[in-house]
Structure formats: C-alpha cells, structure tokens
Nanobody, 117 residues
Framework: QVQLVESGGGLVQPGGSLRLSCAAS????????MGWYRQAPGKQRELVAR???????NYADSVKGRFTISRDNAKNTVDLQMNSLKPEDTAVYYC???????????WGQGTQVTVSS
C-alpha cells in the first residue's frame, strides 16, 4: 500500500505565497507521475499541476506562471510552490501518485488552502 502525507496548507492573504509538500511511502513501484489536485466547495476536483517521472509537467491554465511543481524521484516527494495567490485558489489540495502499468492512483488526505484578506 502507498501512503501520501501532505503538509503546508493554511491561510494566506491575496498575493501571498504558500508551499505544499507531499511525501509518499510504502510499496512504491513504477511511479508514472505525482501531482496536485484541488477541490473547492461545490466544484469537482481538478488538476493543478502534475510532473511525470520523465520530467514533463502539466499545469492548469489558471495557475500557469504562478505555481511551480517540483519533485524528488529518489525521495518520492513532490512540492508545489504557490505564488501570487488569489481568492479563487481557495480549496482543499490533494497530493496524487499514479503508477505506471495499470495506472493506479493514490491520494493524500488533503490540505486546506484559504486565500482571504
């Protein structure tokens, strides 16, 4: 089994920054990608950023230029640096790990990010 533990959420003013971190542990084989998703109240969970083991990265259009994802393949960690935060970034952020082969997805417990003055 794989466990994902997130940290770094909190309350920040508009224009501020936060850094989310996620550490994966357990029986991890053939990781295809790690990333971050978010879910705001009343909305569906959406991709924020994802980085494949190959190094290729996808960002949601809404966060391009403001968020940066990074990953340490050896340590199975993934971070999300969030700058110039906006109230619409408020959501629960979930760490995600997808395996190769069958594409099994694992999720963290989620961390709340609130952007408000």
């Amino acid at each position: 089994q794989v466990q994902l533990v997130e940290s770094g959420g909190g309350l920040v003013q508009p224009g501020g920054s936060l850094r989310l971190s996620c550490a994966a542990s357990g029986r991890i084989f053939n990781t295809y990608a790690m990333g971050w998703y978010r879910q705001a109240p009343g909305k569906q969970r959406e991709l924020v950023a994802r980085i494949r083991t190959s190094g290729s990265i996808n960002y949601a259009d809404s966060v391009k230029g403001r968020f940066t994802i990074s990953r340490d393949n050896a340590k199975n960690t993934v971070d999300l640096q969030m700058n110039s935060l906006k109230p619409e970034d408020t959501a629960v952020y979930y760490c995600n790990l997808q395996t190769g082969g069958f594409g099994i997805q694992y999720w963290g417990q989620g961390t709340q990010v609130t952007v408000s003055s």
